[in-house]
């Protein structure tokens, strides 16, 4: 201090400190880097296994609204028939229309990305159909099909089994007397109505298909993948 050299070692000071700030910038930098790596890592790795979930959900849907849409055009064969005749169809028909099916949608994937934050997708809108399919789409399509089965156990069994003589379910149900649904009653009016239940859905159904198809496209394009 006494030879003058104040100046010199607030220089040296003065770059030491910004030596070390200069480092913790470049850690930060790096850390931020790596943290950011590893979220585009696990956003690409959640979206590919959300996709499995969503292509086996879909083949699922697919066989359901081709077992709804069957269900209808039997049931519109069954009341286009003269009052009171008969038809060598008629059980294959009855078959068709009297069955169900369950539908649970795979969220396994779905609910590891809401554990972790759905901001991990950068894809705001692919967001958004995401949560529209999990949190609002598929309640109504599991709905809807509950209460199909709902309707064969409580409407259906009760009328038929007074009737039935053999029975394979979603093939064929042989009665003793198809004059219940070929003639005004109560099985004919539970089939009419019965049929729109059918109906509305194949209509949640195919809403959900449009849904799963615009998220799998949103998803290849993410990815890099061919369409």
Do not use: C
Request: proline share 2%; net charge negative.
């Amino acid at each position: 201090m006494e030879k003058g050299k104040t100046g010199k070692y607030f220089k040296y000071a003065i770059g030491e400190i910004l030596l070390v700030v200069i480092g913790i910038l470049i850690a930060l930098s790096i850390n931020t880097w790596n943290e950011n790596r590893k979220e585009s890592v696990f956003e690409k790795e959640i979206l590919l296994q959300i996709k499995t979930n969503l292509e086996q959900d879909r083949a699922a849907l697919v066989a359901f609204a081709t077992n709804g849409n069957r269900a209808i055009a039997s049931a519109n064969k069954i009341l286009a028939l003269p009052q009171g005749s008969e038809h060598d169809s008629l059980k294959y028909w009855l078959g068709d229309f009297m069955q169900f099916d369950r539908f649970q949608p795979l969220t396994s994937s779905y609910e590891v990305l809401k554990s972790k934050g759905l901001d991990l997708i950068s894809n705001k809108e692919l967001r958004f159909q995401l949560g529209s399919y999990y949190d609002d789409r598929s309640a109504f399509i599991n709905k809807a099909i509950t209460d199909l089965e709902w309707a064969f156990i409580n409407e259906w069994l009760p009328i038929t089994r007074k009737y039935v003589v053999d029975f394979k379910f979603k093939s064929y149900m042989e009665l003793s007397d198809y004059d219940p649904f070929t003639s005004p009653s109560e099985a004919r009016n539970s089939l009419i109505m019965n049929r729109d239940n059918w109906a509305g859905s194949v209509q949640y159904i195919e809403g959900g298909l449009e849904l799963i198809d615009s998220i799998i496209s949103m998803i290849n394009t993410e990815l890099g993948q061919d369409q």
